[in-house]
Antibody, heavy 119, light 107 residues
Framework: EVQLVQSGGDLVQPGGSLRLSCVAS????????MNWVRQAPGRGLEWLSY????????SYADSAEGRFTISRDNAKSSLYLQMNSLTAEDTAVYYC????????????WGQGTLVTVSP | EVVLTQSPDFQSVTPKEKVTITCRAS??????LHWYQQKPDQSPKLLIK???QSFSGVPSRFSGSGSGTDFTLTINSLEADDAATYYC?????????FGQGTKLEIK
């Protein structure tokens, strides 16, 4: 069974940093592209970033470019999102999501982790 | 950026009704359009990929159609368990984008 277990969400002050984690199991992690998607309270879904299986190809949404860094450790079957210079607008539930094999739909999602940016 | 516009934003429906949700893209995206269901306090779940391909384990009452700029998610014989918000998502062009969501209420 595919599982994506997330951690790292917390209350952080404006300007602060946070690192989110997503540990995968039930599939060959290195064979899949992975994504981060967020959802602000009461709002819709926003794609933030993806990273391919090798970790070589990476893309970011404008809202994440320059402040957020996606990475992965295939030996640990883990995906990360390092978030810096956080503002109140970054308050959201953050999801990791797996691409379908060789495809670009998001076929499995983590449970989400809440990031709250507040003084 | 490809803008996806869903309609309606909200719909109140009775069980056994047929429901149609549309998603219009601001430019041609072929069939790289996917549909998700999100229930309150849960993660989104994939329903339909590439416009019309049902994802494994999804009930057959869910179907998708369309290509280019106009797409449709159809739910036949609605059940109470289908109360949720539905999102379309395009992966044709970076940045990937989602529609604003359609909330279905079951009467």
């Amino acid at each position: 069974e595919v599982q994506l277990v997330q951690s790292g969400g917390d209350l952080v002050q404006p300007g602060g940093s946070l690192r989110l984690s997503c540990v995968a199991s039930g599939f060959t992690f290195s064979s899949y592209r992975m994504n981060w998607v967020r959802q602000a309270p009461g709002r819709g879904l926003e794609w933030l970033s993806y990273i391919d299986g090798s970790g070589y190809y990476i893309s970011y949404a404008d809202s994440a470019e320059g402040r957020f860094t996606i990475s992965r450790d295939n030996a640990k079957s883990s995906l990360y999102l390092q978030m810096n210079s956080l503002t109140a607008e970054d308050t959201a539930v953050y999801y990791c999501a797996r691409d379908g094999f060789g495809e670009s739909d998001f076929d499995n999602w983590g449970q989400g982790t809440l990031v709250t940016v507040s003084p | 950026e490809v803008v996806l516009t869903q309609s309606p934003d909200f719909q109140s429906v009775t069980p056994k009704e047929k429901v149609t949700i549309t998603c219009r893209a601001s430019q041609n995206i072929g069939t790289t359009l996917h549909w998700y269901q999100q229930k309150p306090d849960q993660s989104p779940k994939l329903l339909i990929k590439y416009a019309s391909q049902s994802f494994s384990g999804v009930p057959s009452r869910f179907s998708g159609s369309g290509s280019g700029t106009d797409f449709t998610l159809t739910i036949n014989s609605l059940e109470a368990d289908d109360a949720a918000t539905y999102y379309c998502h395009q992966s044709s062009t970076l940045p990937y984008t989602f529609g604003q969501g359609t909330k279905l209420e079951i009467k």
